[in-house]
């Protein structure tokens, strides 16, 4: 038997459908005045918009604020991993070496590695990362999607079915699972991405395997491209960009579902794909993509883009809810933590100029930060706040990938590929500290009602 879509009812299961959507909407809808008379924390925030605090870490640290004499002001934002700052990680390597794997020993064991220590965790991972032709084939290439991160999740589940021992959750055996799924992610998604080329748009099946001599970036690029070439910019930018993603404390929403996850026993697929279901959503992995959207909005609508006058009326209309998706968003602009400015953006910033130098998009870079500086202005203009709005690091990180040929169904899927090391650093932290199940309170703002009988129901008993 063929499962069926709704477009395949007949009409009258279509009605009666619709009629459901109704009871739903109306039995869902929830008084909104009851989350502020019961003090309720939406989004796990208090009502200035800071996160509420359920958990304690050391994997890393986001600041935003630096305080005088006990009053706290906004301030350039920093970011930690394990006590250092990302930029002296990235500014003080001045042999430019790849880093994304530094960072993630980093990470996992919280101390930078001695050169033999990561000698020997780079062979632990390349032998880590193999995929059997059985798997590529049977699983990735079978039923292939656009949408790459369920073609992730698929393949990280069925993964289990690999695993000889995949329900111990000892820090060991979840070290190893970690590790395997940090070196083999990169291949599954850049394989799902050609499977999806080949068998939907009939394209030509390229399927190249990474070279144990290469960094993750490298790799990246090498798989992807039909020839295996790149430049060393590129794979260093692409680089900076892995690491910059990796990690961003344990209150974003993927990694706060990881915690969540793990918390109540379960095994290390199931909470990496919860993971990934988290980072698929476009409020939170999904963003640079609609940053990218909107530019080509702006491209297309805005005669002159060194007009500063003209690209302020557009960027004032989309403001206002009158033109591209009509959210009143400008994507990429504002941070949950961050006020002066994001330090990955920063950081990003700049590579992404030296890259659309080499590329020859310096036109479509002046853009972005055109947009970057009016946008900040506009945004507090309209909301009536002299709170900071800056530029958060999925700006630039659109526009990277587009340079460096990177197509779009994989821009989500490479966050996940960076950010599996700081979920594997939390999983470990969440079993290491043997933390209660994650278990927060819902407060039931409904009524009591008394049992009818079938035939004593009326029809608008939802109403």
Not at 394 to 410: A, C, H, K, N, R
């Amino acid at each position: 038997m063929e499962n069926k879509t709704m477009m395949e009812l007949d009409p009258a299961m279509n009605t009666q459908f619709d009629e459901l959507v109704k009871y739903c909407m109306n039995s869902g809808a929830i008084d909104q005045n009851l989350y502020i008379e019961y003090d309720v924390k939406r989004g796990l925030r208090d009502s200035s918009g800071k996160g509420v605090l359920t958990g304690l870490t050391e994997i890393s640290d986001v600041l935003s604020y630096k305080t005088e004499n006990g009053v706290k002001l906004p301030a350039d934002g920093q970011l930690y991993f394990q006590g250092y700052n990302v930029k002296d990680l990235i500014q003080g390597n001045k042999e430019q070496r790849y880093l994304f794997e530094e960072i993630t020993y980093l990470l996992l064991f919280g101390e930078l590695p001695t050169k033999e220590q990561f000698e020997s965790f780079c062979n632990i991972l390349t032998q880590l990362q193999e995929l059997s032709g059985q798997f590529v084939r049977d699983v990735i290439m079978r039923s292939p999607t656009e949408n790459i991160m369920n073609m992730l999740q698929k393949s990280i589940l069925t993964l289990y079915s690999y695993d000889e021992n995949p329900e111990d959750i000892s820090v060991p055996n979840v070290l190893r699972q970690s590790l395997q799924l940090i070196g083999k992610m990169p291949l599954i998604s850049v394989y799902a991405y050609q499977s999806y080329r080949h068998f939907k748009l009939d394209d030509s099946l390229i399927i190249i395997n990474p070279n144990k001599d290469c960094s993750t970036a490298e790799n990246i690029l090498r798989m992807l491209r039909p020839d295996g070439q790149y430049t060393e910019l590129e794979a260093k930018v692409l680089d900076v960009a892995l690491v910059l993603h990796a990690e961003h404390g344990g209150g974003n929403n993927s990694t706060f579902t990881n915690h969540v996850v793990t918390s109540s026993g379960t095994d290390t697929y199931s909470a990496v794909a919860a993971s990934v279901a988290s980072l698929k959503g476009p409020k939170h992995g999904g963003a640079n993509l609609k940053v990218q959207h909107m530019i080509a909005d702006i491209k297309e609508n805005v005669r002159n883009w060194e007009d500063e006058t003209e690209l302020a009326e557009y960027l004032q209309k989309i403001l206002d809810k009158k033109t591209f998706d009509k959210s009143g968003l400008i994507y990429g602009m504002g941070h949950a933590v961050y006020t002066l400015s994001d330090p990955r953006e920063v950081i990003l910033k700049e590579y992404a100029r030296r890259l659309s130098e080499e590329k020859g998009f310096t036109r479509e870079f002046d853009l972005y930060a055109r947009v970057e500086n009016l946008a900040s202005d506009l945004i507090k203009k309209n909301r009536n706040t002299f709170k900071p709005v800056c530029a958060n690091v999925d700006f630039y990180s659109g526009f990277v990938y587009s340079m460096l040929g990177i197509p779009e169904e994989l821009f989500t899927p490479i966050f996940a590929i960076s950010r599996i090391s700081g979920w594997s650093a939390h999983r470990l932290e969440e079993l290491v500290n043997k933390g209660k199940i994650i278990r927060p309170a819902y407060r039931y703002v409904g009524t009591h009602k008394g049992y009818k009988k079938l035939e004593e129901r009326t029809a608008d008993i939802l109403n």
